[in-house]
C-alpha cells in the first residue's frame, strides 16, 4: 500500500507546470476565445514537444506508455491553466481507446493514428452516449463516436458540425449529424460496449482531474486578491467571513483529491470498482471546484463579476467541466445505484479488504 | 502509487480480525460515561492488552507491536469491523502517548506508557479554563516550582472522562508573570493528589461526561513535567495535531457509520415507511465523504511514511471528519421519523437509539478538539497564506 506518486510522476507535474505557467498565461486563453477555432495548432505541437499527447501511446507506437496514473497530475495542471485544447479527448481518451481497438484486432486504425497522436499530428475528438455534443469536432483528423453498442470511426468530411454556442469560452462544442455505416465500425457488441464504458470513464476522470487544477487555481486567485483589496483601512482578506469561505473551498478541493487519485488507479488498472470509483471522482471534484467559483467570485466583489477581470475563465471552466462526461446527476445515480439500491453492500475502501 | 496490501498487512488484518472475532464484547457495553461502563470499558481495554491489541504502534516495550501507521489503519477498520467497545482511555492513548513518544523521557516513557496501553491508569485532558475555551492561551491556573515540586493552583474544566480518570494532563503557567503562550508548561497530574477536587459535570445527555477539576496547593513531583519548563505550548500543540489529524477519528469510524447508514435506508424503504426522496441522495453523500476521508488519510500515511509531516492540514481533517459525523447522523434522524425520538433502551427503539445518541455526541464534533470557527482561521493563515490582521 503506498498512496504516493514517484518522483517522476511529480517532475512530468512539475515540468507540464512551469510549461503552461509560461505560455498558457490568461492572456493566451482569453486570445483564443476570440479567435474562429479557439485552438492553435503552435500550441498543441509545444505541447506535444513536452510529450502531453504521447502520454497514454505505448511505446512500440512511438508514445511514452504511461497510464492514468501519470496522465492525472498533468490533467490537473491543464486545470490549473485553463488550458483549452482537447487533451481530454486526444490524450485522455482517443489514445487510449485506439491502443485497446489494436488489442482487440483493429490494428490498422491504432497504426495509422496512435504514432501521430503522439507527435501531435492529429486530433481526436471523441462521441458518447451521456452527451449530445461533441468537443473539438471542428479541428479533429478523426471522430470516434458511439452508435448504440458500436464504435465508429468517422472521417471529419463526412459529418455535418453545427456549432453551439457555449457559456464557456474555451469550450468548443457541436451537434454532429452523421450516418454510421458498416465500413467506418470499429467495435460493436460486447466489445462495443465495454470499450465505449471505459472510454466514458476515462473522459469523466480527466475532468475531474482538471477540476482540482481549476477549484486550487480559483481558490489561489481569490487568495492573492483577498490580500491586496483593502477597505476599511485593511485588507479584506483579514475578514473572518473572508477567511472563512476560502477554507470551506479548500476543505473541499483537498478532500476530492484523493478521491480523483484513486479513481486514475481504478482506471489505469481495470479494476472492479472503477466505474463507481470514477463518479466519486468527477462528483466530489466538480462540486469543489464549482463551490470554489461561487466563493471566489464573492471574495472579489463588482470586479469579479465583469468580463474583464479573469476569474471567469475559471469559473466558467468549472461549469462546463461539471457537465462534460456526465452531469452530477448522472454521476450521482451511478454511485446511489451501487451503494444504496444494490443488494450487495458496496464495497469501502481499506475496511473492505480481504484477509490473506 | 500501488494501492494493494502486501501479504505481511493482509496477515496482519487476518490475525487482527482473528482476535477480534474472538474476544470483542457480544452485547454493547454500558456508556464510558457512567461509572458502571467506564470499569466495563477498563476492563476490556485490560483484555485488549493483554492481546497486545491495545496501541498497535507502539513499541513492543511500552505494551505495542511496532506496527506502522498503515497496519495502524488496518487494525482500525477490524476494529470498528468487529463494533468493538469505544476507547475509554483515547485521550491518553492516542493523544497524550504519542506526545510523550515524542517529548518525554525514557523514564517517562517507561513510567507512563505501559500503564496506559493497560489503562490502568486513564487519562483527561486538561486545557481548557472557565476563561480560556478558544483562547487557550489565556490560561491561569499555575504550577509553581518549590524543590522538587510544582505547587498547582487553579481550575480546569470540560476534562472528559474527568469524573473517573486517574491522571490529567494539562497546561499550567508555570511563571505567573508570563502572558499568552509564553511561560507555559505542561504537567501531568494525578486526579487522586491531595489538594484536587473533581466536579463532574452532567453534559447535553444528563451523563456525567466530563468535570471541573480544582487545584488547591496540589503538589506533583517536578518529573511529572512533560518537555521543558515554558516550553508547553510547543508540546500541547503537537498532542492538538493528533487530536485533530491522524489518531482520534481514524477513517473506519465513519465507514462505519456510513455503511449503517445504508443498511438503515435499506429497512427503512422495505418497511414501506414514507422517506423524503432527498434522503437517498444523502444516504450516497455521506458514504462518498466516509470514502474521502478514508482515501485522504491513506494518502497522509503514506506520506507520513516517506517522511514528510503534517502540520495545519490537521485543520482540513477536523472540520470535514466533525461535519460529515453530524450529517451522517441528522440524515439517519430523518430516516427513523417519529423513532428519531427515542432513547436507547426505549421499548420501541428497537436498537435504533444509538443514532440519537450518536447525533448528540456528534453535535460537539465542531467544539472540541479546537472549535471548527477555529480550525478556519487556521486554515485561511497557515495554509492558504491569507493576513491575519
Ligand atoms: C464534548 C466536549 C468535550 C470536551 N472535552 C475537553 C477535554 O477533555 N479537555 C479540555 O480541556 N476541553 C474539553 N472541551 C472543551 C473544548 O476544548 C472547548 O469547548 C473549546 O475549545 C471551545 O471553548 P469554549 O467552549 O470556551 O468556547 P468559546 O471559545 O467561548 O467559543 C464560543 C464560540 O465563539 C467562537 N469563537 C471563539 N473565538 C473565535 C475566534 N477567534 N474566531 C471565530 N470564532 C471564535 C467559537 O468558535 C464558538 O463558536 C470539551 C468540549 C466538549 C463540548
Redesign the interface.
Known amino acids: 500500500?503506498?498512496?504516493?506518486?514517484?518522483e517522476d510522476q511529480e517532475l512530468l507535474q512539475q515540468t507540464v507546470r512551469d510549461f503552461l505557467e509560461g505560455e498558457c498565461t490568461a492572456e493566451h486563453v482569453r486570445q483564443l476565445w476570440n479567435t474562429e477555432t479557439g485552438r492553435s495548432a503552435e500550441f498543441w505541437a509545444k505541447l506535444a514537444e513536452i510529450g502531453v499527447p504521447a502520454l497514454l501511446v505505448p511505446e512500440e507506437a512511438g508514445g511514452l506508455g504511461m497510464d492514468e496514473?501519470d496522465l492525472v497530475l498533468v490533467l490537473e495542471e491543464t486545470g490549473r491553466a485553463a488550458l483549452a485544447e482537447p487533451v481530454i479527448s486526444t490524450a485522455a481518451v482517443a489514445a487510449p481507446l485506439l491502443r485497446e481497438l489494436a488489442q482487440s484486432g483493429k490494428p490498422g486504425l491504432a497504426e495509422k493514428w496512435l504514432g501521430r497522436i503522439a507527435e501531435g499530428a492529429a486530433i481526436v475528438a471523441v462521441g458518447h452516449g451521456q452527451s449530445p455534443f461533441v468537443s473539438d469536432a471542428h479541428v479533429a483528423d478523426l471522430l470516434l463516436l458511439a452508435h448504440a453498442d458500436e464504435i465508429h470511426a468517422v472521417e471529419p468530411g463526412s459529418v455535418d458540425l453545427t456549432a453551439e454556442k457555449s457559456n464557456d469560452g474555451s469550450q468548443r462544442i457541436f451537434s454532429v449529424d452523421w450516418t454510421p455505416v458498416g465500413e467506418t465500425r470499429v467495435a460493436e457488441g460486447e466489445l462495443g460496449r465495454e470499450l465505449q464504458a471505459a472510454s466514458f470513464d476515462r473522459g469523466a476522470l480527466a475532468c475531474a482531474a482538471q477540476q482540482l487544477g481549476v477549484g486550487q487555481r480559483l481558490?489561489e486567485m481569490a487568495?492573492l486578491y483577498?490580500?491586496q483589496r483593502t477597505q476599511f483601512g485593511?485588507?479584506i482578506?483579514?475578514f473572518?467571513a473572508?477567511?472563512?469561505r476560502?477554507?470551506?473551498a479548500?476543505?473541499k478541493v483537498?478532500?476530492?483529491?484523493?478521491?480523483v487519485?484513486?479513481a486514475a488507479?481504478s482506471v489505469a488498472l481495470h479494476l472492479p470498482t472503477r466505474s463507481v470509483d470514477v463518479s466519486?471522482a468527477k462528483?466530489?471534484a466538480s462540486e469543489a471546484a464549482t463551490f470554489a467559483a461561487k466563493e471566489a467570485l464573492q471574495v472579489y466583489g463588482a470586479i469579479g463579476y465583469t468580463y474583464e477581470e479573469d476569474l471567469h475563465i475559471w469559473m466558467k471552466r468549472a461549469w462546463s467541466l461539471d457537465l462534460a462526461f456526465g452531469t452530477g446527476a448522472w454521476h450521482?445515480e451511478r454511485?446511489?445505484g451501487a451503494?444504496?439500491d444494490s443488494a450487495l453492500?458496496?464495497e469501502?475502501?481499506?475496511?473492505s479488504?480481504?484477509?490473506? | 502509487m500501488d494501492l494493494t496490501y502486501t501479504l505481511e498487512q493482509q496477515a496482519f488484518r487476518k490475525e487482527a480480525r482473528a482476535w477480534l472475532e474472538a474476544n470483542v464484547p457480544t452485547e454493547p457495553l454500558p456508556s464510558f460515561d457512567t461509572k458502571e461502563g467506564f470499569d466495563a470499558h477498563c476492563d476490556w481495554e485490560k483484555k485488549l492488552n493483554e492481546g497486545g491489541w491495545a496501541m498497535v504502534p507502539w513499541p513492543v516495550e511500552y505494551g505495542g507491536r511496532g506496527a506502522d501507521l498503515l497496519e495502524w489503519l488496518i487494525f482500525e477498520e477490524e476494529y470498528y469491523r468487529a463494533g468493538a467497545p469505544g476507547r475509554v482511555n483515547q485521550n491518553g492513548i492516542f493523544l497524550l502517548g504519542p506526545t510523550i513518544m515524542e517529548y518525554g523521557t525514557p523514564e517517562q516513557r517507561a513510567r507512563f506508557l505501559p500503564k496506559m496501553a493497560s489503562s490502568e491508569e486513564v487519562w483527561a485532558q486538561g486545557w481548557s479554563e472557565p476563561n480560556a475555551g478558544s483562547d487557550m492561551a489565556n490560561i491561569q491556573a499555575t504550577a509553581i516550582r518549590e524543590g522538587n515540586e510544582y505547587v498547582i493552583n487553579g481550575q480546569k474544566t470540560w476534562a472528559s472522562r474527568g469524573a473517573y480518570a486517574h491522571w490529567l494532563f494539562g497546561m499550567f503557567r508555570t511563571d505567573p508573570d508570563s502572558k499568552r503562550h509564553h511561560g507555559l508548561t505542561f504537567i501531568l497530574a494525578p486526579m487522586d493528589a491531595p489538594g484536587v477536587t473533581v466536579r463532574p459535570i452532567e453534559k447535553i445527555s444528563g451523563k456525567p461526561a466530563f468535570a471541573e477539576v480544582f487545584f488547591d496547593d496540589a503538589r506533583v513531583p517536578a518529573e511529572n513535567r512533560l518537555g521543558e519548563e515554558g516550553q508547553g505550548w510547543s508540546v500541547a500543540m503537537a498532542t492538538a495535531g493528533f487530536e485533530r489529524g491522524l489518531m482520534l477519528r481514524s477513517p473506519a469510524r465513519f465507514q462505519n457509520t456510513a455503511r449503517k447508514l445504508v443498511d438503515l435506508y435499506r429497512k427503512t424503504l422495505q418497511s414501506g415507511a414514507a422517506i423524503d426522496p432527498a434522503l437517498r441522495g444523502r444516504v450516497t453523500q455521506c458514504w462518498m465523504a466516509a470514502e474521502a476521508y478514508t482515501l485522504n488519510t491513506y494518502q497522509t500515511v503514506s506520506k507520513l511514511l516517506a517522511g514528510g509531516k503534517i502540520g495545519a492540514e490537521a485543520s482540513l481533517n477536523k472540520i470535514f471528519w466533525s461535519e460529515l459525523d453530524i450529517e451522517m447522523h441528522e440524515t439517519a434522524l430523518a430516516l427513523l421519523g417519529e423513532r428519531a425520538e427515542l432513547k436507547p433502551g426505549s421499548p420501541a427503539a428497537q436498537g435504533v437509539g444509538d443514532w440519537l445518541d450518536g447525533y448528540i455526541f456528534a453535535l460537539a464534533g465542531p467544539i472540541y478538539a479546537g472549535t471548527n470557527e477555529i480550525q478556519r482561521n487556521i486554515i485561511a493563515e497557515r495554509i492558504l497564506g491569507l493576513p491575519r490582521k
Request: aromatic share 12%; net charge positive; no cysteine.
Open positions: 500500500m503506498e498512496f504516493n506518486f514517484s496514473r481558490i487568495v483577498a490580500s485593511v485588507a482578506g483579514t473572518q473572508i477567511k472563512h476560502l477554507a470551506n479548500k476543505v483537498e478532500y476530492s483529491r484523493s478521491v487519485y484513486r488507479n466519486m462528483l466530489t450521482r454511485v446511489a451503494v444504496v453492500p458496496a469501502s475502501f481499506g475496511y479488504a480481504p484477509t490473506a
